[in-house]
């Protein structure tokens, strides 16, 4: 079956740096999405990969291991506004989305 | 970048009515939309996708004949939710692949209240 794992919940602290991990297995792949989601929005796009290695965008980066399924978030420079759902969805051979359950990242001063 | 129009944003309405939502792709042509549906503090659940011109294909556990989606052209859904009870209350989510990039936007979400 098709699956998509990440941690349920992480806290972290203000102006620090975290890692969300996502680990996948799918049929097939064609590229792997990460969203932020703030609680009560519509989720909005973070990053795309479709092939192996780091993609910074400013404080966020995300990284693919297409061998190993798996994918990281990672955030720095933490703000009280990064509170959120991040969640983690692979595109199939399908073209269709397969999404994990999200992790929510508390952020404390 | 792309933008998704999903309108309205908020709805209530008596139960045993009809409901419907739309979902826009404002400055791309959308081969492909999705439909969603999102209970509190829970993850997006699919619906629905739905290809222009062709009927939608629902989710295991979706009644097609209570969410009723129209894909008429490359830049238009509808998710049209029929009478409508309580249980039906959610946040229900559109989002729209471009037809060039495969890029995958999301519209600003529906909230639905069925009193």
């Known amino acids: 079956g098709q699956n998509i794992d990440q941690p349920t919940e992480m806290t972290a602290t203000e102006g620090a740096i975290v890692q969300i991990n996502c680990t996948y297995q799918?049929?097939?792949?064609?590229?792997l999405f990460w969203y932020q989601q703030h609680a009560g929005e519509a989720p909005t796009f973070l990053s795309y990969?479709?092939l192996d290695g780091l993609e910074e965008k400013g404080r966020f980066s995300s990284f693919l291991s297409r061998s190993k399924g798996y994918s990281y978030l990672l955030l720095k420079e933490l703000q009280m506004k990064d509170s959120a759902s991040y969640l983690c969805a692979v595109l199939d051979s399908n073209y269709q989305l397969i999404w994990g359950a999200g992790t929510k990242l508390i952020i404390k001063p | 970048g792309a933008v998704v129009s999903q309108h309205p944003s908020w709805v209530i309405c008596k139960s045993g009515t009809s409901v419907k939502i739309e979902c826009r792709s404002l400055?791309?042509?959308?081969?492909?939309m999705f439909w969603y549906r999102q209970f509190p503090k829970q993850s997006l659940m699919l619906m629905a996708t739905?290809?222009?011109?062709?009927?939608?294909?629902?989710e295991q556990g979706v009644e097609k004949d209570k969410f009723l989606i129209n894909h008429a052209s490359l830049t238009l859904s509808t998710l049209t939710v029929t009478s409508a009870h309580p249980e039906d209350s959610s946040f229900y989510i559109c989002?729209?692949?471009?037809?060039?990039?495969?890029?995958?936007?999301f519209g600003e979400g529906s909230r639905l209240t069925v009193l």
């Open positions: 400055d791309f042509q959308a081969t492909t």
């Open positions: 739905s290809n222009e011109g062709s009927k939608a294909t629902y």
């Open positions: 799918t049929s097939g792949f064609n590229g």
């Open positions: 990969n479709v």
């Open positions: 989002s729209a692949r471009e037809r060039e990039s495969g890029e995958l936007f």
